[in-house]
């Protein structure tokens, strides 16, 4: 087979498989930029602006400063969770180069997949693990920060549902390794 016609197999391949995924997402965005309200504005930024660097940075240093002996070794197993995240997360970004919803077409900025979802995912993942009664909120906070970034028409749903894949399975790996090494605070194992 040429080139040209593989090339051209692969490329209905991909055309058959992302056109419903593409529908569900135009269908979801239409839905809830449908069903925004003046009211819930404010929430949904303040739900956003969490996921931002700055402002998990501050809360692993909250965590490592004031969470007893603990407290260094879970913002440090947060960071190192979160390294390899943002890496495929970053990488995919740039590779993809998917416009926003909202129109944005910056490529280092794209909007596949979700970073806000993925970190999202990735410190309730961690965190949950340290504190197992606050596992719930963590996650519904998790699930707000990746609504939240559809709600505000920066991603569609696929971009927030492959980010929280992301968060999960890298964060857990990362998380793994590092506690095999001893930098959690839970025991090797």
């Not at 929430?43 to 660097?53: D, I, L, T, Y």
């Not at 490592?64 to 190192?80: K, M, S």
């Not at 129109?103 to 993942?125: E, I, K, T, V, Y």
Request: net charge positive; proline share 6%.
């Amino acid at each position: 087979m040429s080139p040209t016609v593989s090339h051209l197999l692969r490329f209905a391949l991909a055309l058959t498989v992302l056109a419903p995924v593409e529908r569900l997402d135009r269908g979801v965005q239409r839905a809830v930029q449908d069903w925004r309200r003046p009211a819930l504005e404010a929430p949904m930024r303040a739900a956003s602006s969490s996921g931002h660097g700055g402002m998990v940075f501050a809360g692993l240093l909250a965590v490592a400063l004031v969470t007893g002996p603990a407290g260094p070794a879970t913002a440090r197993a947060a960071i190192g969770a979160l390294a390899p995240v943002n890496l495929v997360v970053e990488g995919l970004k740039w590779s993809v180069n998917r416009t926003r919803p909202d129109g944005d077409r910056r490529r280092a900025n794209s909007s596949f997949p979700s970073s806000h979802a993925a970190n999202a995912a990735g410190l309730a993942l961690v965190l949950g693990r340290r504190w197992r009664r606050l596992a719930p909120g963590l996650w519904l906070l998790a699930v707000l920060v990746g609504f939240s970034r559809i709600y505000l028409n920066r991603h569609f749903l696929s971009d927030v549902l492959c980010g929280v894949a992301i968060g999960v399975g890298i964060g857990w790996l990362a998380f793994r390794w590092l506690r095999a090494r001893g930098w959690t605070w839970e025991p090797r194992g």
